[in-house]
Nanobody, 126 residues
């Protein structure tokens, strides 16, 4: 059974940093496309970063500030968030889709067969 468990988020002031982690279990990481997504108030869930076949994709609004990484031994996905802005506040999710269901590991939050963690709250105050 695919399980994704995000770490507790947190509250920081603008300009601060947080690191999120996502512990995975129940599947072979190499068989899945992994990524971080977020949902901010009033918006649909959106991509933050994805491992794609040609490298790590970062959405424009986090480029240069966020870094996604993976520890294969610990089967854990990370998202290092620096220079946080109030508009980064929201619920962050790690997600996974079987590789064969997403060409080049490009997939959207609305993928019907995606697996999700429970989400973790990030609040950035100005």
């Amino acid at each position: 059974q695919v399980q994704l468990v995000e770490s507790v988020g947190g509250s920081v002031e603008a300009g601060g940093s947080l690191r999120l982690s996502c512990a995975t279990s129940g599947f072979r990481v190499s068989d899945y496309c992994l990524g971080w997504f977020r949902q901010t108030p009033g918006k649909e869930r959106e991509i933050v970063a994805q491992f794609r076949s040609d490298g790590i994709y970062y959405e424009e609004f986090v480029q240069g500030r966020f870094t996604m990484s993976q520890d294969n031994a610990k089967k854990t996905l990370y998202l290092q968030m620096n220079s946080l802005k109030p508009e980064d506040s929201g619920t962050y999710f790690c997600g996974a889709v079987e590789s064969w269901r997403a060409a080049y590991c490009k997939w959207i939050a609305a993928h019907p067969l995606a697996h999700w963690g429970q989400g973790t709250e990030v609040t950035v105050s100005s």
